[in-house]
């Protein structure tokens, strides 16, 4: 799978948008780009994903560049039940390997 | 909001014994996978499923590893003779389609190896 880069963490105050970027300048043209969330003790949970256009869905927007080098998941109004990690994840749309490769993510600090 | 269901959720087993965790995916969905994450790693892909047979595996899934779709809902993976380091988390997941729809994970079962 093509590498993503996140940054480390982020920290956001509750209430307010939040803007997690992501780099993946070794995108293919089939690679869609999916954004899921662990929270502390818990399984990864599917945010959103998308292929060119961008987003939206009842949890987040996903903005994709038009180079599609890089995306942005965007949280309209974080809560506190947000605080997770975030990670972004480029997978095919079939042949070849088919698991996630999940990397370090960024891990979202919200502040009351 | 349909769920993918794992049993049990904390297992204690000791070394060398074997194990079996269970997962019950998402009725329509086609593609079965199984991950793991060590305390404090990375979440790790195991090994994908689909058609009834393993279309994908990686290195941790040798030979003590095996998984099985024994009917129509159930989806297992099979640890032969569990080591130390078997301890973790596993999470079961499955999905529509590949790459081009969600992934829909459970909550986990907790493997601890004494």
């Known amino acids: 799978d093509a590498k993503t880069t996140q940054p480390n963490s982020m920290e956001s105050n509750e209430e307010e948008p939040v803007h997690l970027p992501c780099n993946h300048s070794?995108?293919?043209?089939?690679?869609?780009i999916h954004w899921y969330r662990q929270l502390p003790s818990q399984g990864p949970e599917y945010v959103i994903h998308?292929?060119?256009s961008n987003v939206n869905n009842r949890m987040a927007s996903l903005a994709i560049a038009e180079d599609r080098k890089s995306s942005t998941l965007i949280l309209h109004r974080a809560t506190l039940r947000d605080a997770a990690v975030y990670y972004c994840i480029l997978r095919g749309s079939g042949g070849g390997a088919d698991g996630l490769t999940f990397g370090k993510g960024t891990h979202l600090i919200i502040q009351p | 909001e349909p769920e993918v269901t794992q049993t049990p959720s904390h297992q204690v087993t000791q070394m060398g014994q074997e194990v079996i965790l269970r997962c019950v995916p998402i009725s329509n969905h086609l593609y079965f996978y199984w991950y793991r994450q060590i305390l404090g790693q990375k979440v790790e892909f195991l090994v994908s499923?689909?058609?009834?047979?393993?279309?994908?595996k990686s290195e941790i899934f040798d030979d003590q590893f095996s998984v099985e779709r024994p009917d129509g809902s159930n989806f297992t993976l099979k640890i032969r003779s569990t080591k130390l380091e078997d301890s973790a988390m596993y999470f079961c997941a499955s999905s529509v389609k590949q790459g081009s729809a969600g992934y829909t994970f459970g909550s986990g079962t907790r493997l601890t190896v004494v």
């Open positions: 070794t995108i293919s043209g089939t690679d869609y």
């Open positions: 499923f689909y058609n009834n047979e393993i279309s994908e």
């Open positions: 998308g292929l060119t």
